[in-house]
C-alpha cells in the first residue's frame, strides 16, 4: 500500500519543529522512519503533516555530564553501538541494541524514536524503565524532565503530547557497583522479542540493591517485576520466578500464547540473575 497523501516540512531548528507541529491539525515528526514510514504504508496513521527533524542541529550528540549519559534523540542505534561513552558508562544499552532489528534498521533508527514511539515489545523504552532514566521534552511552554517510571502511560503512550519533542535521554552513568543483566527470546535474531528482559542492580558486597527487572514483550508498555525483585534482594531466584505469576499478566499475541511467554519470562529471569551476579554471560536468542 501507499500512504495517504501528506504535506512535508523539514524542520531548520527545535524551536521551527514545535512551531511546525504546533500550527497542525495533525502532525508526526519523522526521525528515522523505521517505524512511522510502515505506520503510513499500512494506512494505521494518515497524518497531515509530516515534520522531518533529521537536520535539526544539536540532537545527535552522547555526552556524559554530571554522573549522567545524555543521549540526544537523533543519535542512531549504529551511531549508539560505535559509542564508547555509551559502552562505558551505559553497558545495559550497550548490550541491548545489538538486539534491534537488523543492520540497516539500526543505521536509520533513533534512540529517540524508539523512546517516543514507546513498542511495548522493543528494547530501548524497558532499558529506559530499568535505568531509572529521565526524558527531556520540549514543547511549546518550554523544557520539562520526565521520569522513566511515570513516561508511559499504556500502549504507544507517553508523557509526549502531540505538540512535543523528544530531545534527549539521561541515564545514570555507571559506577563500579552497577550490574546489569539482559536478555531476550526472539523467534529469529533481529525480529521482535515474544519477551525480554532489562536490568539493573547494585552490588553490596555478595548482596544486590536497587534492582530493577523490566520486561518486555509481555504487556501493553515495560513492566516492572516488583516482587520478583524484592524476592531477588533476598539471594532467592526460585522464589523471584514465582513471583512472576503476580507481576506479569501477559496478554498472548501472534508470536505467543500467555502461557508461553510466563515460561520465557521465568527462564530469562532465571539467567538475568545469573548474569547480575555476575556468574554467566546472559545474552539472548
Ligand atoms: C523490519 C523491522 C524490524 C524492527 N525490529 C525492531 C526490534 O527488534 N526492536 C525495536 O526496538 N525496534 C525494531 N524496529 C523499529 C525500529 O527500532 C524503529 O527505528 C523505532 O521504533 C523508531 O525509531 P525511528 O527513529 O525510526 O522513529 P520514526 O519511525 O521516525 O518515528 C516513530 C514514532 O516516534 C515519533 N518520534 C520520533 N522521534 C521523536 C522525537 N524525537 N520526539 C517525539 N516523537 C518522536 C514519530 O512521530 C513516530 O510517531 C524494527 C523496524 C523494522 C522496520
Do not use: W
Amino acid at each position: 500500500m501507499k500512504p495517504a497523501p501528506f504535506a512535508y516540512e523539514r524542520a531548520r531548528s527545535l524551536d521551527h519543529a514545535i512551531e511546525l507541529i504546533s500550527g497542525a491539525e495533525d502532525a508526526r515528526l519523522l526521525a528515522g522512519g523505521q517505524s512511522l514510514i510502515a505506520t503510513l504504508n499500512m494506512r494505521l496513521s494518515r497524518p497531515q503533516l509530516i515534520v522531518d527533524i533529521n537536520r535539526v542541529p544539536g540532537l545527535d550528540r552522547i555526552t556524559l555530564r554530571d554522573g549522567k549519559v545524555e543521549i540526544g534523540a537523533l543519535v542512531r542505534y549504529a551511531q549508539a553501538e560505535r559509542s564508547a561513552e555509551i559502552a562505558a558508562h551505559a553497558p545495559l544499552i550497550a548490550k541491548a541494541l545489538p538486539f534491534i532489528g537488523h543492520p540497516a534498521i539500526r543505521n536509520r533508527g533513533t534512540i529517540g524514536g524508539s523512546i517516543a514511539f514507546g513498542d511495548p515489545a522493543a528494547e530501548l523504552p524497558a532499558c529506559f524503565l530499568a535505568l531509572n532514566g529521565e526524558a527531556v521534552i520540549a514543547g511549546p511552554s518550554g523544557t520539562r524532565v520526565v521520569k522513566a517510571d511515570t513516561f508511559y502511560k499504556g500502549l504507544f503512550e507517553s508523557a509526549l503530547t502531540p505538540r512535543d519533542v523528544l530531545t534527549a535521554i539521561r541515564v545514570p552513568a555507571a559506577t563500579g557497583e552497577t550490574r546489569t543483566g539482559f536478555a531476550e527470546f526472539a523467534r529469529r535474531h533481529g525480529d521482535y522479542a515474544m519477551a525480554g528482559l532489562a536490568a539493573t542492580a547494585r552490588a553490596a558486597g555478595k548482596a544486590l540493591t536497587d534492582i530493577r527487572l523490566v520486561f518486555f514483550g509481555v504487556g501493553t508498555m515495560p513492566v516492572r517485576a516488583r516482587g520478583a525483585e524484592a524476592a531477588l534482594a533476598n539471594g532467592d531466584v526460585e522464589a523471584a520466578a514465582k513471583a512472576l505469576a503476580t507481576d506479569l499478566n501477559p496478554p498472548g499475541d501472534v508470536q505467543a500464547t500467555s502461557a508461553a511467554k510466563r515460561q520465557l519470562a521465568r527462564v530469562l529471569l532465571k539467567r538475568v540473575a545469573t548474569e547480575l551476579t555476575g556468574t554467566g554471560l546472559g545474552g539472548g536468542s
